[in-house]
């Protein structure tokens, strides 16, 4: 079975025609959300591995899990002495109403934990503007929504379809791929042809 990226969880959740623009479509565009967020990644994996006292910090990480169809690279892992395994994603902005980012890192550690037969009970979140760490307890909710959007996103992969446009301004103005999206215009055409298609079959 083809794996599916686990950055694809967050794209899903965010907003499902986003998931299908980027990894069914092959669509592509850069603001400066994404180029911000690119280059918080590039300086958190310009080290391969770091040691700081009785804990190891490895860098990119590649990871997958056949329960899941998942694969991906975590940021930044660290590996205590103690044998706790803690995985670290790096974002940039601050911590969001939405679980998003927290699906991403959840899909991280539950392919650890099948890669490593170990367990991993919490992870943390680094927000590039607060420069904090927010700790993430991975627990049996969090869980089942990430399984649930891995299943999402491959039930819209193999669908072949792009899913419709709804149109919210926060999140499409803070969009890539807004341009290509363009949800206005087509939620117009979208009503027109609704209203059309009501009129040509009126009595």
Request: hydrophobic share 40%.
């Amino acid at each position: 079975m083809e794996t599916i990226a686990i950055s694809a969880l967050q794209h899903i959740l965010y907003c499902e025609r986003q998931f299908a623009l980027i990894h069914m479509e092959k669509e592509w565009l850069e603001n400066r959300f994404t180029a911000e967020g690119r280059l918080l990644h590039d300086r958190a994996h310009e080290s391969a591995v770091e040691s700081r006292g009785r804990v190891r910090a490895a860098r990119s990480i590649s990871v997958c899990s056949e329960k899941l169809g998942l694969s991906g690279q975590c940021d930044v892992v660290e590996f205590h002495a103690d044998g706790r395994v803690i995985p670290i994603e790096y974002k940039r902005g601050k911590a969001k109403s939405h679980r998003a980012d927290e699906v991403q890192l959840c899909a991280q550690a539950m392919c650890l934990e099948e890669m490593r037969s170990v367990e991993i009970p919490m992870g943390y979140l680094f927000y590039g503007t607060t420069r904090r760490r927010v700790e993430v307890a991975l627990d049996d909710e969090l869980r089942q929504i990430t399984v649930y959007a891995a299943l999402r996103a491959r039930s819209i992969l193999e669908s072949g379809k792009l899913p419709p446009v709804f149109y919210e301004k926060a999140k499409c103005s803070a969009c890539s791929l807004l341009p290509i999206c363009q949800p206005q215009s087509q939620k117009a055409a979208a009503a027109w042809f609704s209203k059309q298609l009501e009129n040509s079959i009126a009595p």
